[in-house]
């Protein structure tokens, strides 16, 4: 019997990138169609057979809900097709926590799902694509791989969807985890899992949202007023994230007019500009209103408010357990 095959969902991005030049420093994401790229994954002889579907060719940073909407239903229909063994998503690397993280949310976890990037266009001196996009072969084909819900693999490492972020603007080694750090190390031969799957068999945690509501994220700043988050319900906001300073923190002005937009039915959540940390929930969040975003990145938590919007989950103690989860 023929091994079940790998589905290669391509969105463009780096990974697909090229400058034209070895040495050039900007370059055209998404130059390479999945066909091509596909051919010359065949030569190296890794023994998996894949399949190309090419749904963009883009730029991470102008993806949104259509291409989402598309990834999810190309990936349930994968969930359902006996000769499919998991899904690789190759993906440009500024969006594709937020993409991962909204795929992990809405997707059970029967079969694997990866995404893969690179930071550096297919013709470029040290070009990571290729090895990455093997090494995401090896972590979609391992029998062990479900259950773990969607991974982000780059470099050498596999991260989980909720932990992964961008931590560097350029190099190879941009990605980082958070609380964890990696749960598996990947190679063209060979992928040692750190730990054992967490979430066998589970179904979707959410459903996709049929539309994504306006949830901005704020910025605070040194000198920042209430004027910011004004103008931001003001524009029809259905949920405000904030990137506040240390643990989430924001001038008293700002936090009163959050707190107002709270009593508005506005959720609000309070996470950090601060690369790492928890955001823990903080006595005076239950008289605010407030959502304490925890580990959650701010670009992470604006996607599991949409979704908790988008889902009918407006209530600061349920929205909370989502966050903990």
């Given amino acids: 019997m023929s091994k079940p095959h790998i589905l290669v969902l391509a969105t463009g991005g780096t990974i697909a990138g090229q400058a034209g030049s070895a040495t050039r420093r900007d370059y055209r994401p998404g130059q390479i169609d999945i066909v ?5 994954f065949d030569t190296l002889g890794v023994d998996t057979r894949l399949e190309g579907r090419q749904v963009a060719a883009i730029d991470s940073a102008n993806i949104g809900p259509d291409i989402w909407r598309e990834l999810h239903a190309a990936c349930i229909t994968a969930m359902d097709d006996a000769e499919c063994g998991g899904v690789i998503i190759t993906h440009g690397t500024d969006t594709a926590e937020e993409t991962a993280f909204l795929l992990d949310l809405t997707l059970p976890t029967t079969k694997p799902v990866v ?26 084909a ?13 470099g050498d490492t ?19 985890g958070f609380p964890r750090g990696p749960i598996a190390l990947a190679t063209p031969s060979s992928v040692d899992w750190l730990s054992p799957p ?14 994504f509501p306006p949830v901005p994220i704020l910025h605070a700043f040194a000198g920042m007023d209430a004027g910011y988050v004004q103008h931001a319900v003001s524009a029809g906001a259905k949920g405000i994230v904030l990137a506040g300073m240390g643990e989430g923190n924001a001038p008293d002005s700002v936090r009163a007019a959050l707190t107002e937009a709270v009593s508005q039915g506005i959720p609000v959540v309070r996470g950090t500009r601060v690369d790492e940390g928890l955001v823990e929930l903080e006595p005076s969040d239950a008289d605010d209103g407030f959502i304490a975003a925890r580990a959650l990145g701010p670009a992470k938590a604006r996607i599991l408010l949409q979704v908790l919007l988008a889902n009918g989950v407006a209530d600061q103690a349920k929205a909370q357990a989502a966050f903990n989860h």
Avoid: I
């Avoid at 091509?36 to 010359?40: G, P, R, S, V, Y």
């Avoid at 990037?117 to 090494?135: C, H, I, K, T, Y």
């Avoid at 391992?142 to 780059?154: F, K, L, N, S, Y």
């Avoid at 967490?198 to 539309?211: G, I, L, S, Y």
């Fill in 115 to 140: 995404v893969v990037g690179a930071m550096r266009p297919a013709d470029a001196v040290g070009s990571d694509g290729l090895r990455n996009f093997v090494n995401a072969v090896q972590v979609a």
């Fill in 142 to 154: 391992d029998p062990d791989a479900a259950g773990r819900g969607v991974m982000v693999v780059m």
């Fill in 36 to 40: 091509d790229f596909l051919a010359e």
């Fill in 198 to 211: 967490w979430r066998v068999m589970e179904e979707p945690r959410f459903a996709f949202p049929d539309t």
């Fill in 158 to 176: 596999v991260l989980a969807a909720r932990d992964v972020r961008k931590a560097r603007t350029s190099g190879a080694s941009a990605f980082e």
